[in-house]
């Protein structure tokens, strides 16, 4: 009831509809009723624990086993980075697309896994007795202490449960409200079976990115292995429908989008429109500009830069998006009555009152150091001066020596047992570096450094006397042996003695840049963490007391389930269709990249259907995180790959505007024509049973 | 009294002191009594008259003459342009500096002119009469036509006058509440007589722009020359002091500052900070991104492109400081309960409130055309999908072909008889033209249309469908004969019919685009400018009756006069000297640019006074176009040299809060010493009485 107050209010200011497909459910808590209430369908217990448990989360994506043996679904651009690594300036996956004909030809994912979350454990309780009486800094320490120790006890327990070992990760749900354990099998060796062109994957590149109508197939095919090197057993998979849905239908999409802001207070989102968002756009912006020269100056430049610039220019396109969102009065506005409702109603509640206080007070409070911190805390210890991989091995390897030899539960989060894994899969994954990109980036950062953080700033002292940023650039680039992934190896298990005495250049780098790093770090954690969550947890309970858990939790790249209907939208008073077709694609096709059908296309032209459809639009609401999830039918078959949304999608982030906020997906029926016409590609259409 | 309540307003905000320093004042409304009240001193006319004349124009900055024989002072960044112009990749003036020992090496600058303000009309009620009784669009157009008339019949008056011929310019101030003429003196033979090299005139280059204590002998030295190509004969010059000023002296700045939003309404301040500057600077950004990546592939591309770079740095600080500035809701609360108070006053006069209607509701309803329009508006007609000197060149042409064949008054204003020699001096002056660069800005600003308009606009399609930006940007530069200043003068001479038989492909790429162009500047004009100022006007008279014109109007590069003392401020809670000493530049100085002190300054280190005062900062109010004004003390002499402002004089542009805004100009003291001593110019500092 409470709820659809709140939706009207929204619906009123975006003339929406009266119901609302916004929300990114948990499964163990997912809105039947409402879902029956707009559709008049529900979805059994056992369709929901099985389509968990098909979805993966992959680092960086979400997919779906469509086979028994382990075989993934997912988006090209989940998989591009694996692409590129395995490219060469003779060999270029990405640009020309890749088949393994058989399972030895499968390539290795060096830095890819894939989580399925199989359990999940409420723990809020035992948070909260664990922080009862502390101070805002104190509990601030003692939570990360008490998610440390449970999941550390999670991981041990597991070994001897049902499912057998399990990777547990500590869940904050609604800015503190509730905290869970989720408990993952992880398949920490995946490989690259089938991915297209990318000039057909994401035909019509950054421009048509976050558009529709879209002509992309946006698809690769992987497999997880199990510890034995053989292709994993996977009877849980999900049946892909070739017929894909008709518009109207009602359809779920299961995955992990990766961050919204939608609960946070006026005076946090005046933060991100005000510091984060424009500064981190400005910062973006030029490294485009340098990534797209440094790529003019050769072929094997250009390949290199390829998959960074595209991640940028896709990461920019978001981000301004959110900025014009932020700055969209109406937004703000309908935040500010937001907030003041729920004010109104504590207020009202004199026990709800004097147990709440005012913690939109102190987190608005917070946000003054927040502004002060912001520039030391992004450059010096989120990385912003120092862009560089090599830069990053090096700090890995450098706390990772300091903090390993520290009990599990005093270490900074990162480096706790349970993360430990994953760290030594990215540090020692056989990832090429490029020495001439590196010195660029570096350079980039530590002039950005300078300019934001003033030259009279100590790191900028300390660091640009002798040196000019390229100067310094180029010694710890070209004197550093981190590109080996042996030297890292060796740092790695050599452990401090090892990293202590080394003198490679990088390491020297980070080593001397890290008290400061972590001081402000831990200045930033007491002054602004610390208050904004506890003032968190205390908005948390009072929304729960007044609106319950009719509203989903904030996205943070854990697994969500949300329902919504195939549909196009109305935009500038023409309607928008839910679906393209292939003949079009040809039609908008140009002579010049990124709108440059590949050859292989060009080739099956004659032997292809031009009535495929090609992608779809629905009404489900997802983000970044959410690439690559299964679009699932009332029966539980595949009916559509999410890989994007349209433009208005991305003030998602915020809030969902029923009326324009569109979900993207690949047709299966394109996917089934093209891997049959043109790659050929029976062998996978059998494991599908497509063929 | 009214202008106190607004002032006593802003100062609660900001916690000032009682009086503002605030305010851009022309010269024949200046405000004697205010500053009579504020600091018991007062300028008579004869002082306002010689201030006046001594005062310069340059193209691009502000002047003054400091000898009889047409010597100026200015800055260096004023004359970077010249200094570039004149510079190769063997003598590099921008680096090394530049001193002409006899009149005979004093280098022509191409682009630049000096002008000077002999008289001031007021036309308004002209205007007014012309205006009556039309619709908005209608009026639109009047205004510019009868302005058109109104100047061409002041020039053609100004050769029987005192002064000789002189150029003709209307002037809007307050928005359209009154019009004038202001009529020059125009010296368009410019020269360089010196200049010091800019690692010591720019000193810590753009991390250190806009910021205060400082180090920059920001100075160059030009003269005037007459038709006769001899000097020209100034009598009305004005004498350094070099002494300088000490802390607390009154002193005024005389010059041209370029622009300021202080009038605006709140709706279009709104566009500025949702809009156009957050567009402007991921555009800017980009762009510095490339040109600092295309500096990086040879030493000449450095030197290349050090000047667009520098120049775009400065804007990027100035737009980004603009954006933070409209961001700060301590601003725009203030502009809100300006406005209101304002539109409280006009509603409690029902004659007042007649006349008036309500302004604010229309320029709020243009808003929204202006932000439908903006991106074509930007990219199409002013330039941001061309960004090439060639393709400058070439619409110039294709404009001046068609324009000169109509009749004055029904031209593009930019190409009324009066504009035309400026438009012919820019157009054939003998500026390098660098292929690479131009092809990676033109590529770069197709790109970006395509991004921004999206690939299916009309004009994307219409371009970029066999090309792709880069391909499009060789062919046209490449194939151009553009850079060649005898082809210029030649199509120019030759007219519509030279222009029309032109197969030049950047004639071609010009036309082509030229009726798309001028449609959506019709567009614009008719529905964002046409209501927007017959608002403006109706606003701006309400605002006479209500203040009178006890606010200045706001900067449009037109000379005013403004009054401030020497002082520092009080940042984060600690002092801010108002002078720097030589002593501090070698202390602060390190091995690598931006901050590595000149050989020559090294050399010269053990002769200088090390105790010489080198920079200071006053409490007047100026913004950029104010770069080169002289500081002048009550008996009218200099003391000092404008370049600069602190980083808080950026919000200049909105109003001008008193406890921050700082102005930063060179000290007297260290331009003679360093004449002196470093350059050994003892010609020039004769010629100066400063021997």
Redesign the interface.
């Known amino acids: 009831m409470r709820r659809c107050a709140l939706i009207a209010l929204i619906a009123l200011l975006v003339s929406a509809p009266a119901f609302s497909d916004g929300g990114m459910w948990t499964f163990q808590d997912f809105p039947h009723e409402q879902l029956k209430r707009a559709y008049k369908v529900d979805v059994s217990q056992a369709w929901l624990d099985k389509v968990r448990t098909a979805t993966i989360r992959l680092s960086n994506c979400t997919a779906s086993f469509v086979s028994p043996d382990g075989l993934i679904l997912t988006n090209h651009h989940c998989s591009e980075a694996c692409l590129d690594d395995h490219s060469t300036a003779e060999h270029n996956l990405v640009r020309d697309g890749f088949l393994a004909r058989t399972r030895a030809e499968e390539l290795k994912c060096g830095t890819q896994l894939a989580d399925v979350l199989m359990d999940m454990e409420d723990v809020t309780t035992k948070v909260t007795a664990a922080l009862r009486g502390l101070d805002d800094k104190a509990a601030n320490d003692m939570r990360k202490k008490t998610l440390t120790q449970l999941e550390q006890a999670c991981e041990e327990d597991s070994k001897h449960g049902k499912f057998g070992p399990l990777k547990c990760e500590s869940v904050d749900l609604y800015q503190g409200g509730q905290y869970w354990l989720y408990k993952y099998h992880r398949y920490d060796d995946v490989r690259l079976v089938f991915a297209p062109e990318r000039a057909i994957a994401a035909f019509?590149g950054?421009?048509?990115n976050f558009?529709f109508p879209r002509w992309c197939l946006d698809m690769s095919v992987l497999r997880a292995y199990g510890p034995d090197g053989k292709p994993a057993s996977t009877p849980n998979f999900l049946q892909i429908n070739r017929a894909g849905p008709n518009a109207g239908d009602v359809v779920f999409v299961s995955g992990h989008p990766g961050s919204t802001d939608r609960l946070l207070t006026v005076a946090q989102l005046?933060t991100l429109?005000?510091v984060d968002r424009?500064l981190w756009?400005?910062?973006a912006?030029?490294?485009?500009?340098?990534?797209?020269?440094?790529g003019k100056?050769s072929a094997e430049a250009a390949r290199i830069i390829e998959d960074p610039l595209n991640t940028l220019e896709n990461s920019?396109k978001v981000r301004?998006g959110e900025?014009?969102a932020l700055?969209?009065?109406r937004l703000m506005q309908s935040k500010r009555e937001e907030e003041a409702a729920l004010r109104a109603k504590v207020a009202a509640d004199p026990q709800l009152a004097q147990a709440t206080g005012d913690p939109w007070a102190e987190i608005e409070k917070a946000q003054l150091l927040e502004h002060q911190l912001y520039l030391p805390y992004t450059f010096l210890e989120q990385g912003a001066g120092f862009n560089s991989h090599l830069f990053s091995y090096a700090r890995t390897l450098v706390r990772a020596a300091a903090e390993r030899g520290k009990d599990n539960t005093a270490r900074l989060r990162e480096y706790r047992d349970a993360a430990l894994p994953r760290v030594q899969q990215r540090l020692l994954a056989p990832v090429p570096a490029y020495p001439a990109l590196e010195k660029?980036t570096l350079s980039?950062s530590l002039e950005r450094m300078?300019?934001w953080l003033?030259?009279d700033a100590a790191i900028v002292r300390q660091l640009?006397?002798?040196?000019?940023p390229d100067?310094l650039a180029a010694r710890a680039v070209d004197g550093s042996k981190l590109g080996d992934p042996a030297v890292r190896k060796q740092l790695w298990e050599g452990g401090a003695a090892a990293v202590d005495a080394s003198h490679d250049p990088m390491i020297e780098l980070a080593r001397s840049v890290d008290a400061a790093a972590r001081a402000v770090r831990k200045q930033y954690e007491d002054q602004v963490e610390a208050p904004e969550e506890a003032a968190a947890e205390k908005i948390a309970h009072a929304r729960f007391k007044v609106y319950g858990t009719s509203v989903s939790p904030d996205a943070n790249f854990t697994l969500r389930l949300n329902y919504g209907t195939v549909q196009g939208w109305r935009e500038d008073g023409h309607e928008v269709e839910p679906f393209t077709h292939l003949a079009r694609l040809y039609e908008r096709a140009?002579?010049?990249?990124p709108?440059r059908v590949p050859d292989s296309w060009l080739k099956a032209r004659d032997s292809l259907d031009l009535q495929t459809r090609f992608d779809l639009s629905t009404t489900n609401d997802i983000v970044g995180g959410n690439s690559g999830s299964p679009t699932i039918d009332a029966s539980g078959h595949i009916v559509g790959l999410m890989f994007d949304g349209n433009i208005h999608s991305i003030s998602g982030a915020y809030w969902y505007d029923t009326a324009l906020n569109r979900a993207v997906a690949v047709d299966p029926a394109i996917m089934v024509e093209a891997l049959r016409k043109v790659y050929k590609a029976d062998g996978l259409l059998g494991e599908m049973h497509l063929k």
Chains 1, 2 share one sequence.
């Open positions: 019509g950054d421009p048509d558009q005046e429109r005000n424009p756009l400005l910062r912006s030029e490294l485009r500009g340098r990534y797209i020269q440094f100056t920019i301004r900025l014009d700055l969209d009065d660029m980039y300078r300019e003033g030259p640009l006397v002798k040196d000019s100067t140009t002579d010049q990249d709108f």
